[in-house]
């Protein structure tokens, strides 16, 4: 299994803003994922991207990956008050058979 | 149902308390995961059962007890625990923790008070 680390580890923006976040790890993965946690709740699974794959979309999620440069981003498109959360990212390997989560990004949107 | 429960919400217990956390899914989720998370820090892994079996124990302290009862419970009990054991305890479950694109779906977790 392989950390993520996030950056940066603290974002404040206004809502209606874009919000960008980046994870790098450290050797070559299969998958990257991306969860969310609200203050106080459970994490909640965001997107998944796989190594082949440069960019992926969910609604206002974008999240890009470059394998040459191990890492991967995480853009929330149009802010929005309820997107003040954690966010951590998952390398997934093809040994480690758990996750373990960086120390995340803490994302306050202001209105 | 893409849902995982955990009760109690809230527990508050002495260092000489014996308690215990429940966890439960009906996805059919054949791995289940303890995580212990402390204030601004990310979770961290303390137990895996897969197929009912403890998989992994992450040099947990044995005042830390987990059991599966069936593929769709997991307990975490708790005995003697310390001050500093206080925290938000969160349960996931996976489809099977051998596969690389398993996401894991979490539930909201019992914030634990020992005093």
Redesign the interface.
Known sequence: SQQGEEDPQALSIQEGENATMNCSYKTSINNLQWYRQNSGRGLVHLILIRSNEREKHSGRLRVTLDTSKKSSSLLITASRAADTASYFCAPRDNYGQNFVFGPGTRLSVLP | DTE?TQTPKHLVMGMTNKKSLKCEQHMGHRAM?WYKQKA??????MF?YSYEKL??NESVPSRFSPECPNSSLLNLHLHALQPEDSA?Y?C?SSQS??A??D???????T?LTVL
């Open positions: 995982v995961y601004k820090k990310p979770p961290e892994l895996v998989s992994i938000l969160l996931a923790q051998l690389i694109t996401t894991q779906y979490f539930g909201p977790g914030r």
